[in-house]
Protein backbone atom coordinates (compact mmCIF):
# COMPACT_ATOMS: atom_id res chain seq x y z
CA UNK A 1 0.00 0.00 0.00
CA UNK A 2 1.53 3.50 -0.88
CA UNK A 3 2.52 5.14 2.05
CA UNK A 4 0.83 8.67 1.14
CA UNK A 5 -2.63 6.90 1.45
CA UNK A 6 -1.62 5.29 4.46
CA UNK A 7 -1.08 8.79 5.89
CA UNK A 8 -4.37 10.14 4.45
CA UNK A 9 -6.08 7.57 6.50
CA UNK A 10 -4.04 8.02 9.41
CA UNK A 11 -5.22 11.52 9.02
CA UNK A 12 -8.75 10.69 8.33
CA UNK A 13 -9.30 8.82 11.48
CA UNK A 14 -7.43 10.99 13.69
CA UNK A 15 -9.73 13.58 13.06
CA UNK A 16 -12.68 11.83 12.70
CA UNK A 17 -11.78 10.72 16.64
CA UNK A 18 -11.00 14.36 17.76
CA UNK A 19 -14.34 15.26 16.60
CA UNK A 20 -15.78 12.16 18.41
CA UNK A 21 -14.10 12.97 21.43
CA UNK A 22 -15.29 16.56 21.63
CA UNK A 23 -18.70 16.43 20.21
CA UNK A 24 -18.92 13.99 23.64
CA UNK A 25 -17.48 16.24 26.01
CA UNK A 26 -19.93 19.26 24.57
CA UNK A 27 -22.85 17.18 24.44
CA UNK A 28 -22.36 14.62 27.48
CA UNK A 29 -23.23 17.39 30.56
CA UNK A 30 -26.68 18.84 28.84
CA UNK A 31 -27.54 15.61 28.09
CA UNK A 32 -27.08 14.10 31.54
CA UNK A 33 -28.67 17.81 32.97
CA UNK A 34 -32.15 17.27 30.71
CA UNK A 35 -32.23 13.81 31.69
CA UNK A 36 -32.10 14.46 35.68
CA UNK A 37 -34.69 17.14 34.45
CA UNK A 38 -36.96 14.73 32.85
CA UNK A 39 -36.70 12.51 35.73
CA UNK A 40 -37.60 14.46 38.43
CA UNK A 41 -40.43 15.85 36.44
CA UNK A 42 -42.01 12.30 36.20
CA UNK A 43 -41.22 11.83 40.09
CA UNK A 44 -43.62 14.95 40.10
CA UNK A 45 -46.56 13.37 38.26
CA UNK A 46 -46.01 15.96 35.16
CA UNK A 47 -45.46 15.54 31.65
CA UNK A 48 -43.97 17.86 29.20
CA UNK A 49 -44.39 17.26 25.17
CA UNK A 50 -43.09 19.12 22.82
CA UNK A 51 -46.43 20.92 22.21
CA UNK A 52 -46.57 22.71 25.77
CA UNK A 53 -42.77 24.69 24.95
CA UNK A 54 -43.61 28.31 24.67
CA UNK A 55 -43.47 30.63 21.53
CA UNK A 56 -40.35 33.00 21.69
CA UNK A 57 -39.51 35.56 19.31
CA UNK A 58 -35.65 35.07 20.17
CA UNK A 59 -33.82 34.30 16.63
CA UNK A 60 -32.61 30.52 17.16
CA UNK A 61 -30.23 29.68 14.80
CA UNK A 62 -28.68 26.50 13.38
CA UNK A 63 -26.31 24.68 15.72
CA UNK A 64 -25.44 22.19 12.78
CA UNK A 65 -24.72 18.61 13.79
CA UNK A 66 -22.32 19.05 16.41
CA UNK A 67 -23.27 22.07 18.73
CA UNK A 68 -20.44 21.84 21.15
CA UNK A 69 -18.10 22.06 18.13
CA UNK A 70 -20.06 24.80 16.72
CA UNK A 71 -20.09 26.58 19.53
CA UNK A 72 -16.23 26.49 19.96
CA UNK A 73 -15.56 27.46 16.28
CA UNK A 74 -18.08 30.47 16.62
CA UNK A 75 -15.75 31.96 19.57
CA UNK A 76 -12.57 31.07 17.21
CA UNK A 77 -11.63 34.47 14.83
CA UNK A 78 -11.75 32.20 11.39
CA UNK A 79 -15.22 30.25 12.72
CA UNK A 80 -16.86 34.02 13.31
CA UNK A 81 -15.46 34.98 9.40
CA UNK A 82 -16.45 31.58 7.96
CA UNK A 83 -20.14 32.15 9.41
CA UNK A 84 -20.22 35.78 8.47
CA UNK A 85 -19.54 34.70 4.68
CA UNK A 86 -22.41 31.62 5.31
CA UNK A 87 -24.73 34.67 5.51
CA UNK A 88 -23.39 36.73 3.09
CA UNK A 89 -23.58 33.78 0.39
CA UNK A 90 -27.53 33.03 1.58
CA UNK A 91 -26.52 29.39 2.47
CA UNK A 92 -28.65 27.37 5.42
CA UNK A 93 -25.51 25.54 6.22
CA UNK A 94 -23.53 25.23 9.40
CA UNK A 95 -19.72 26.23 10.13
CA UNK A 96 -19.42 22.83 11.17
CA UNK A 97 -20.77 21.13 8.05
CA UNK A 98 -18.24 23.36 5.84
CA UNK A 99 -15.29 22.27 8.14
CA UNK A 100 -16.47 18.78 7.69
CA UNK A 101 -17.03 19.00 3.97
CA UNK A 102 -13.57 20.81 3.36
CA UNK A 103 -11.81 17.96 5.29
CA UNK A 104 -13.74 15.51 2.93
CA UNK A 105 -12.89 17.05 -0.15
CA UNK A 106 -9.48 17.21 0.74
CA UNK A 107 -9.38 13.67 1.24
CA UNK A 108 -11.13 13.11 -1.95
CA UNK A 109 -9.39 14.39 -4.52
CA UNK A 110 -5.84 13.70 -2.59
CA UNK A 111 -6.88 9.91 -2.66
CA UNK A 112 -8.34 10.29 -6.45
CA UNK A 113 -5.22 11.92 -7.92
CA UNK A 114 -2.92 9.87 -6.19
CA UNK A 115 -4.57 6.50 -7.77
CA UNK A 116 -3.68 7.91 -11.09
CA UNK A 117 -0.86 10.33 -10.73
CA UNK A 118 2.33 8.80 -9.19
CA UNK A 119 3.80 11.97 -8.26
CA UNK A 120 4.79 12.39 -4.34
CA UNK A 121 3.36 16.31 -4.37
CA UNK A 122 0.40 15.26 -7.12
CA UNK A 123 -2.02 14.54 -3.50
CA UNK A 124 -1.15 17.18 -1.53
CA UNK A 125 -1.47 19.57 -4.38
CA UNK A 126 -4.83 17.81 -5.22
CA UNK A 127 -5.89 17.80 -1.33
CA UNK A 128 -5.34 21.55 -0.87
CA UNK A 129 -7.42 22.28 -3.72
CA UNK A 130 -10.08 20.05 -1.97
CA UNK A 131 -9.76 21.88 1.37
CA UNK A 132 -10.50 25.30 -0.31
CA UNK A 133 -12.94 24.11 -2.80
CA UNK A 134 -15.98 24.50 -0.24
CA UNK A 135 -14.79 28.04 0.90
CA UNK A 136 -14.56 28.56 -2.85
CA UNK A 137 -17.85 27.46 -3.49
CA UNK A 138 -19.25 30.14 -0.67
CA UNK A 139 -17.27 32.81 -1.88
CA UNK A 140 -18.84 32.24 -5.51
CA UNK A 141 -22.36 32.20 -4.26
CA UNK A 142 -21.85 35.21 -2.14
CA UNK A 143 -19.99 36.99 -5.44
CA UNK A 144 -23.27 36.09 -7.84
CA UNK A 145 -25.54 36.92 -4.83
CA UNK A 146 -24.43 40.52 -4.10
CA UNK A 147 -24.55 41.03 -7.70
CA UNK A 148 -28.29 40.24 -8.07
CA UNK A 149 -28.61 42.44 -4.65
CA UNK A 150 -27.05 45.16 -6.25
CA UNK A 151 -29.18 44.64 -9.67
CA UNK A 152 -32.84 45.07 -7.42
CA UNK A 153 -31.37 47.95 -5.58
CA UNK A 154 -32.31 50.82 -7.65
CA UNK A 155 -36.06 48.70 -7.68
CA UNK A 156 -36.19 48.82 -3.99
CA UNK A 157 -34.94 52.58 -3.71
CA UNK A 158 -37.73 53.66 -6.10
CA UNK A 159 -40.43 51.46 -4.30
CA UNK A 160 -39.36 53.18 -1.04
CA UNK A 161 -39.60 56.30 -2.52
CA UNK A 162 -43.29 55.93 -3.88
CA UNK A 163 -44.65 54.71 -0.13
CA UNK A 164 -43.03 57.78 1.67
CA UNK A 165 -44.75 59.99 -1.39
CA UNK A 166 -48.12 57.88 -0.63
CA UNK A 167 -47.64 58.98 2.86
CA UNK A 168 -45.93 55.99 5.09
CA UNK A 169 -43.42 55.67 7.42
CA UNK A 170 -40.21 54.69 6.50
CA UNK A 171 -40.28 51.61 8.24
CA UNK A 172 -43.37 51.05 7.20
CA UNK A 173 -41.83 51.20 3.24
CA UNK A 174 -39.01 48.85 4.26
CA UNK A 175 -41.65 46.15 4.91
CA UNK A 176 -43.18 46.74 1.79
CA UNK A 177 -40.00 45.84 -0.10
CA UNK A 178 -39.77 42.84 2.41
CA UNK A 179 -42.83 41.75 1.57
CA UNK A 180 -42.36 42.69 -2.35
CA UNK A 181 -38.83 42.70 -3.65
CA UNK A 182 -37.94 38.96 -4.45
CA UNK A 183 -34.76 37.50 -3.10
CA UNK A 184 -32.03 38.77 -2.13
CA UNK A 185 -33.33 41.91 -1.21
CA UNK A 186 -36.36 40.71 0.20
CA UNK A 187 -34.89 38.92 3.04
CA UNK A 188 -32.19 41.18 3.54
CA UNK A 189 -34.68 43.73 4.42
CA UNK A 190 -36.82 41.84 5.65
CA UNK A 191 -34.28 41.01 8.57
CA UNK A 192 -33.93 44.83 9.08
CA UNK A 193 -37.38 45.32 8.96
CA UNK A 194 -37.86 42.59 11.78
CA UNK A 195 -34.70 43.56 14.25
CA UNK A 196 -36.05 47.52 14.51
CA UNK A 197 -40.08 45.83 14.77
CA UNK A 198 -38.76 43.92 17.85
CA UNK A 199 -36.93 46.93 19.79
CA UNK A 200 -33.64 47.51 18.03
CA UNK A 201 -32.45 51.45 16.73
CA UNK A 202 -33.34 51.99 13.07
CA UNK A 203 -29.69 53.56 13.26
CA UNK A 204 -28.27 49.68 14.41
CA UNK A 205 -30.74 47.50 12.24
CA UNK A 206 -29.45 49.98 9.29
CA UNK A 207 -25.84 49.52 10.12
CA UNK A 208 -26.13 45.56 10.70
CA UNK A 209 -27.94 45.87 7.50
CA UNK A 210 -24.84 47.74 5.47
CA UNK A 211 -22.69 44.72 7.38
CA UNK A 212 -24.04 42.25 5.87
CA UNK A 213 -24.09 43.40 2.60
CA UNK A 214 -20.48 45.27 1.89
CA UNK A 215 -21.72 47.13 -1.18
CA UNK A 216 -20.86 51.05 -1.51
CA UNK A 217 -24.24 51.35 -2.42
CA UNK A 218 -25.70 50.40 0.95
CA UNK A 219 -23.67 52.13 2.78
CA UNK A 220 -24.30 55.35 0.23
CA UNK A 221 -28.39 54.10 1.53
CA UNK A 222 -27.70 53.88 5.29
CA UNK A 223 -25.38 57.20 5.68
CA UNK A 224 -28.32 59.18 3.59
CA UNK A 225 -30.81 57.58 5.68
CA UNK A 226 -29.30 58.77 8.90
CA UNK A 227 -28.22 62.14 7.87
CA UNK A 228 -31.52 62.89 6.77
CA UNK A 229 -33.50 61.84 10.31
CA UNK A 230 -30.82 63.85 11.77
CA UNK A 231 -30.94 67.04 10.18
CA UNK A 232 -34.43 66.60 7.99
CA UNK A 233 -35.05 67.02 4.47
CA UNK A 234 -37.09 64.99 1.72
CA UNK A 235 -36.04 61.58 2.11
CA UNK A 236 -37.78 60.65 -0.91
CA UNK A 237 -36.20 62.87 -3.59
CA UNK A 238 -32.52 61.58 -1.97
CA UNK A 239 -33.91 57.91 -2.60
CA UNK A 240 -34.92 58.63 -6.06
CA UNK A 241 -31.31 60.30 -6.38
CA UNK A 242 -29.91 57.77 -5.09
CA UNK A 243 -31.59 54.96 -7.34
CA UNK A 244 -30.35 57.00 -10.57
CA UNK A 245 -26.73 57.42 -9.52
CA UNK A 246 -26.56 53.69 -9.05
CA UNK A 247 -28.43 53.21 -12.57
CA UNK A 248 -26.24 54.96 -14.12
CA UNK A 249 -23.12 53.40 -12.33
CA UNK A 250 -24.48 50.15 -13.79
CA UNK A 251 -24.50 51.61 -17.07
CA UNK A 252 -20.85 52.67 -17.58
CA UNK A 253 -20.07 49.39 -15.99
CA UNK A 254 -21.19 47.37 -18.48
CA UNK A 255 -19.48 50.02 -21.08
CA UNK A 256 -16.35 49.63 -18.88
CA UNK A 257 -16.91 45.77 -19.76
CA UNK A 258 -17.20 45.91 -23.22
CA UNK A 259 -13.97 47.99 -23.84
CA UNK A 260 -12.39 45.22 -21.60
CA UNK A 261 -13.70 42.62 -23.38
CA UNK A 262 -10.67 41.78 -25.11
CA UNK A 263 -8.53 41.42 -23.03
CA UNK A 264 -10.49 39.58 -20.72
CA UNK A 265 -10.69 36.90 -23.10
CA UNK A 266 -7.40 36.86 -24.37
CA UNK A 267 -6.38 35.95 -20.47
CA UNK A 268 -8.70 32.93 -20.71
CA UNK A 269 -6.80 31.64 -23.91
CA UNK A 270 -3.88 32.31 -22.85
CA UNK A 271 -5.07 29.91 -19.83
CA UNK A 272 -6.38 27.42 -21.77
CA UNK A 273 -4.01 27.12 -24.31
CA UNK A 274 -1.40 25.17 -23.01
CA UNK A 275 -3.35 23.00 -20.85
CA UNK A 276 -5.39 21.96 -25.03
CA UNK A 277 -1.94 21.64 -26.02
CA UNK A 278 -0.18 19.47 -24.02
CA UNK A 279 -3.70 17.18 -24.36
CA UNK A 280 -3.40 17.15 -28.10
CA UNK A 281 0.32 16.13 -27.98
CA UNK A 282 -0.46 13.11 -25.07
CA UNK A 283 -2.85 12.05 -27.64
CA UNK A 284 -1.10 12.10 -30.94
CA UNK A 285 2.13 11.15 -28.91
CA UNK A 286 2.23 9.92 -25.66
CA UNK A 287 5.94 8.90 -24.66
CA UNK A 288 7.22 11.97 -26.24
CA UNK A 289 4.90 13.69 -23.31
CA UNK A 290 5.16 11.29 -20.90
CA UNK A 291 9.04 12.29 -20.14
CA UNK A 292 7.38 15.66 -19.08
CA UNK A 293 5.68 14.15 -16.35
CA UNK A 294 7.97 11.27 -15.53
CA UNK A 295 11.50 13.25 -15.20
CA UNK A 296 12.09 15.32 -12.40
CA UNK A 297 13.17 18.36 -14.48
CA UNK A 298 10.05 17.65 -16.65
CA UNK A 299 8.11 17.75 -13.50
CA UNK A 300 9.85 21.05 -12.33
CA UNK A 301 8.87 22.64 -15.57
CA UNK A 302 5.01 22.16 -15.04
CA UNK A 303 5.29 23.23 -11.88
CA UNK A 304 7.06 26.74 -13.42
CA UNK A 305 4.75 27.09 -15.98
CA UNK A 306 1.41 25.97 -14.08
CA UNK A 307 2.88 28.87 -11.19
CA UNK A 308 3.89 31.60 -14.10
CA UNK A 309 -0.32 30.43 -15.42
CA UNK A 310 -1.67 31.84 -12.69
CA UNK A 311 0.73 35.00 -11.58
CA UNK A 312 -0.12 35.92 -15.33
CA UNK A 313 -3.78 35.06 -15.40
CA UNK A 314 -4.35 37.08 -11.75
CA UNK A 315 -1.98 40.08 -13.39
CA UNK A 316 -4.48 40.24 -16.68
CA UNK A 317 -7.43 40.33 -14.49
CA UNK A 318 -5.97 43.08 -12.22
CA UNK A 319 -5.19 44.94 -15.41
CA UNK A 320 -8.83 45.01 -16.64
CA UNK A 321 -10.66 44.94 -13.77
CA UNK A 322 -11.48 48.68 -13.60
CA UNK A 323 -13.69 49.82 -10.43
CA UNK A 324 -16.40 52.32 -11.13
Not at 95 to 119: E, P, W
Amino acid sequence: MPIWLIVLAAFAVGVGAIVGIVSLASNLPGFLMRRRIEQRIRESGMDVTESDATPTVVKLEDAGPLPGLEHALARTGGGGALHHLIEQSGSRVSVTVIVFASLFCALACGTAVGVFLRFVWAPIAAALVGLLLPFLVLRQRRAHRMKRFEEQFPDALDLLSRALRAGHAFTTAMGMVASEAPDPIGPEFRKTYDEQNFGLPLKEALNNLAARVPLLDVRFFVTAVLIQRDTGGNLAEILDNLAYVVRERFKVLRQVRVYTAHGRFTGYVLISLPAALALVLMWINPEHMGVLFSEKMGQAMLTVAVVLQIIGYVWIKKVVKIEV
